[in-house]
């Protein structure tokens, strides 16, 4: 069983930065970031591999966001830079029981409360 806490988010205003945090209790594999707005549907950010090698990320945070994990210490971030408003929504940490895994909501198996993030205009 794994359990994941995020931590980190907040209030910012447009252009600026904040960092994400997720602790993780239990073995993890991919691990991944998703966030889901007001009426949305949850969608996928970033993702990296059970290495920490081969990051990937969502064609709208590409440039502008850097997932990375410590594996000794289980935890993986992401971390957030020239912040939009279209970015606010609850960004949730995903684990995965795969070494690797896509940007599909269905491939995480495991998933935590949820961080609020709010980019004011």
């Known amino acids: 069983q794994v359990q994941l806490v995020e931590s980190g988010g907040g209030l910012v205003q447009a252009g600026g930065s904040l960092r994400l945090s997720c602790a993780a209790s239990?073995?993890?594999?991919?691990m991944g970031w998703f966030r889901q707005a007001p009426g949305k549907e949850r969608e996928f950010v970033a993702g990296?591999?059970?290495?920490?090698?081969?990051?990937y990320y969502a064609d709208s945070v590409k440039g502008r966001f850097t997932i990375s994990r410590d594996n000794a210490k289980n935890t993986v971030s992401l971390q957030m830079t020239s912040l939009r408003p279209e970015d606010t929504a609850v960004y949730y940490c995903?684990?995965?029981?795969?070494?690797?895994?896509?940007?599909?909501?269905?491939?995480?198996?495991?998933w935590g409360q949820g961080t609020q993030v709010t980019v004011s205009s």
């Open positions: 995903a684990a995965s029981g795969f070494v690797n895994a896509g940007p599909g909501v269905n491939e995480y198996g495991y």
């Open positions: 990296i591999g059970s290495s920490g090698r081969g990051a």
């Open positions: 239990g073995r993890t594999f991919a």
